[in-house]
């Protein structure tokens, strides 16, 4: 045998091997413009559709039938939050100043001073890791400030109508304010 079938095959075989030892690590469901939507993604966001059922009192078979009627939104909204960040990204709205106002204020109400420890309770708390809570809440943020930015600059309602609008709701913009003793 000459030295290029030797080494023909040695290639042959290590291809192989490796190829049998190939595992999946994870799934892609979506691409949106370049970006990725994976398939942890979307049960993180089913995990989380299951947790605020049950926060609001759901029970049983109620929260299985309220998830499955929401499931179907998942991805349409995973992909719509996906095109808000890339729109955001692209108007160059920065939102970590307020990112790192909001996670300070969390940290103070919890009043946990050590940020190792605020970084375990976020954990605990929320069932994901401290990095990705944080990157839910800069995308949570991005979204709404391109939707304020985008769509809430371009509404214009006629002060007319306001005023007849608090006029006919005026008992809901009352503030009471009670002292309990």
């Not at 995990?47 to 929260?63: C, D, H, N, S």
């Not at 039938?65 to 939050?81: C, M």
């Amino acid at each position: 045998m000459d030295m290029r079938t030797v080494v023909s095959a040695l290639l042959v075989c290590a291809a192989s091997l490796w190829a049998a030892d190939v595992k999946v690590l994870e799934e892609i469901i979506a691409k949106v413009n370049g970006d990725i939507i994976t398939r942890t993604e979307i049960e993180r966001s089913r995990q989380q559709m299951l947790a605020e059922a049950a926060r609001a009192g759901t029970k049983g078979p109620e929260i299985e039938k309220l998830v499955k009627e929401r499931e179907k939104d998942i991805l349409r909204d995973r992909i719509d939050q996906l095109l808000l960040i890339q729109k955001g990204k692209e108007l160059n709205i920065n939102v970590d100043a307020e990112i790192s106002k909001n996670l300070a204020d969390i940290q103070r109400q919890l009043g946990i001073a050590d940020p190792e420890k605020f970084q375990q309770a976020v954990k605990e708390q929320t069932g994901m890791p401290y990095e990705d809570y944080k990157n839910e809440m800069r995308n949570s943020m991005l979204t709404q400030r391109v939707i304020r930015q985008e769509v809430g600059g371009r509404i214009n309602i006629p002060r007319a109508e306001l005023q007849k609008y608090y006029d006919e709701h005026k008992t809901e913009f009352v503030r009471e304010d009670r002292v309990f003793l």
